[in-house]
């Protein structure tokens, strides 16, 4: 009987993890919607009811206040005794202007271009091609292109991804003896502004397209740190510029295949000195069934952009055939790894 008991009891608790993770996705939404009507920015100072809120959202008084309520539910949120909201410490970060903010990636995660390709999961695996491409008619990167306002968000949402990454690089890795890094497909600067304020000796260039170059060049004036930077208008496809100590790119490779990656990689060969080094930040599968988020990575980068994360053995591989040698791996405290070359 008791061993009967047990088998209920672990297949109730199996029952119940597996629709905790199918109903999840109610919980990116409900954290989008918050996003968009910047509810963690309006009870940063005090709580304040959902009929406040309302009042200065626009949403309507009880739906508002449901959200909330499932909101603190899963912890973003706190009610308190006379029914306002306040924030806890994860709703903290989505905060705009927090350290750390989280607030671009809410935005994106909810956009409803982007759901449309996670919806088409099945093509991928089907086709193995990114479903995006089946949603849209074409590819992510063009899409974004002919679209700024959806362009402004992919890229505010790239932006939280670096800056809760932009600590842990440079506390992993030791840049005092770099005089340059060009930063090869850099975004909109905030991994170079991170660089830049760190160490003072560091001169930076940003490699991106036009639009996003332009973005990059104004953070870089509002930090003060236009004299020690350029933002370069380019095509890493094409070639990158020379003369630099350190060639960073971080989360770029992931977004390709093999055989693009391999391009890019090459373009970098190129133009590397005899001394020069590669720096990759990716996220790296690790061997084993084990959880990693780089395995869930992976299936946004099929679904979404047609790239890959990949192993260690796939990174040395694709290095290698680009005339780089993988020297070494740095961990870092974020799923990002350093992944260090020099030209074989």
């Known amino acids: 009987m008791n061993a009967i008991r047990t088998r209920e009891s672990q297949s109730n608790a199996a029952a119940a993890t597996l629709r905790q993770m199918i109903l999840s996705f109610r919980v990116t939404q409900m954290i989008h919607v918050a996003a968009k009507l910047q509810i963690a920015d309006r009870v940063a100072e005090a709580p304040q009811t959902a009929s406040q809120l309302a009042a200065a959202t626009g949403a309507e008084p009880r739906a508002l206040y449901r959200l909330l309520r499932a909101l603190a539910a899963v912890g ?45 999961m099945h093509h991928s695996i089907q ?18 292109m002919a679209r700024p306002d959806a362009a402004a968000v992919f890229n505010s949402g790239m932006s939280s991804f670096s800056s809760q990454e932009g600590d842990a690089i440079l506390a992993a890795y030791d840049f005092s003896g770099v005089g ?4 090869v497909g850099g975004g ?21 397209l036009p639009m996003v170059a332009e973005e990059a060049e104004r953070k870089l004036a509002a930090a003060g740190l236009s004299g020690r930077s350029v933002c370069t208008s380019g095509d890493f496809f094409e070639s990158v510029p020379m003369g630099g100590d350190v060639y960073l790119l971080k989360n770029i490779i992931h977004d390709w295949r093999d055989a693009q990656a391999m391009l890019i990689l090459r373009n970098c060969r190129r133009a590397m000195r005899p001394d020069s080094r590669l720096l990759l930040a990716e996220r790296i599968i690790p061997a084993g069934s084990g959880a990693a988020e780089a395995k869930l990575f992976d299936i946004s980068m099929m679904v979404v952009a047609g790239g890959q994360e990949r192993t260690e053995r796939e990174h040395r591989g694709i290095l290698a055939a680009a005339g780089l040698e993988l020297v070494r791996i740095i961990p870092t405290q974020s799923p990002l790894s350093l992944i260090e070359a020099v030209p074989q």
Not at 188 to 208: C, F, K, N, P, Y
């Open 76 to 120: 973003i949120f706190r009610e308190t005794g006379d029914g306002a909201f306040a924030l806890t410490p994860v709703g903290q970060t989505l905060r705009k202007d927090a350290a750390g903010s989280l607030h671009g990636m809410a935005l994106l995660y909810g956009e409803e271009w982007l759901w449309q390709a996670y919806g088409r």
């Open 180 to 183: 340059k890094v060009i930063d």
């Open 127 to 144: 086709t193995g091609q990114p479903a995006f491409d089946k949603v849209h008619g074409e590819p992510l990167f063009d899409f974004l």
């Open 188 to 208: 909109d600067g905030t991994m170079a502004v991170a660089l830049l304020r760190r160490h003072a000796q560091l001169s930076g260039l940003i490699l991106e």
